[in-house]
């Protein structure tokens, strides 16, 4: 196998320019909940739930990540679960295989967390009165900016080849194909 492009997912300030993008993303996210919550629901916009939201949106990270790993369970030999302390207090947990994976294998794990846990929270919104709370709202829209780096990842593998192969690098991953 030979390499065929090695993406930087660490250069200089990455993890802080996908964390604002996705701070942004999740503003633009709260926005579009509340005004449709507000066109479909005019005036139901309640307060309740507020603990059970609260008790989500600080297990969703946790969430996010343990559906990433079982997302790429059948590799998980070579896996190395990193903590990391970005910002002087925000704890942050890195996945890297160390194993090679293929290209489709790597986009379902980075994608699972996203279906399965929006499939979840609209199951939700939809069929209880949970989905008329304001930190409800708050907590998907967390879930969508937090899926935002997974989707840039996502769009950075799509155009490789069909048939090729992902590495965990050291600052990043390496495409790799077949000879």
């Not at 080849?161 to 077949?178: D, Q, T, V, Y």
Request: hydrophobic share 50%.
């Amino acid at each position: 196998m030979r390499c065929l492009k090695s993406i930087n997912t660490e250069r200089r300030d990455e993890f802080n320019r996908l964390f604002l993008k996705g701070i942004l993303v999740w503003l633009a996210a709260v926005c579009i909940c509340f005004l449709t919550q507000h066109l479909i629901y005019p005036g139901q916009l309640t307060n309740d739930y507020q603990l059970a939201s609260f008790l989500g949106i600080i297990l969703i990270y946790p969430i996010h990540k343990l559906l990433h790993i079982l997302g790429c369970f059948k590799y998980r030999e070579g896996t190395v679960i990193q903590w990391r302390i970005h910002f002087f207090f925000l704890p942050c947990i890195k996945l890297n295989i160390k194993r090679i994976i293929p290209k489709w294998h790597y986009i379902f794990s980075l994608i699972l967390p996203f279906v399965i846990i929006t499939a979840i929270l609209v199951t939700l919104m939809l069929f209880t009165p949970i989905g008329h709370s304001g930190m409800f709202l708050i907590l998907l829209s967390v879930h969508f900016g937090m899926s935002f780096s997974d989707f840039t990842h996502i769009k950075k593998l799509w155009k490789m080849p069909k048939n090729c192969f992902i590495e965990s690098a050291e600052r990043g991953f390496s495409i790799l194909i077949s000879d």
